[in-house]
């Protein structure tokens, strides 16, 4: 079992920057892939970034690149997402999860934590 805690949403004006963590604990993370996901009042839920624990490569939605960053610290094992430019569009509760590698279904998943961009 992997236990994951989402902390650092909320609110900010457009063009700001906030910092997500995602603090994993339960099992080493060195066979997953962590991955953010955000979901808005009456939209579908969207697959933002993730990252592959070894090896450190990501993947980030069109609709974020250039703009966030995911990163991960091994010692702490957390894992963040530094969002900058953020922008109205950006508001949603945001989900870290964790999925092992190979695997196509993220099955572990934290409570969310909520971001709110304001004009």
């Known amino acids: 079992q992997v236990q994951l805690v989402e902390s650092g949403g909320g609110s900010v004006q457009a063009g700001g920057s906030l910092r997500l963590s995602c603090a994993a604990s339960?099992?080493?993370?060195?066979?997953?892939?962590v991955g953010w996901f955000r979901q808005a009042p009456g939209k579908e839920r969207e697959h933002v970034a993730a990252i592959r624990w070894s090896g450190g490569i990501t993947y980030y939605a069109d609709f974020v690149k250039g703009r966030f960053t995911i990163s991960r610290d091994n010692a702490r094992n957390t894992v963040y997402l530094q969002m900058n430019s953020l922008k109205l569009e950006d508001t949603a509760v945001y989900y870290c999860?964790?999925?092992?590698?190979?695997?196509?279904?993220?099955?572990?998943w934290g409570q969310g934590t909520q971001v709110t961009v304001s004009s």
């Open positions: 999860a964790a999925r092992i590698r190979g695997n196509y279904e993220f099955e572990y």
């Open positions: 339960g099992r080493a993370l060195s066979s997953y892939v």
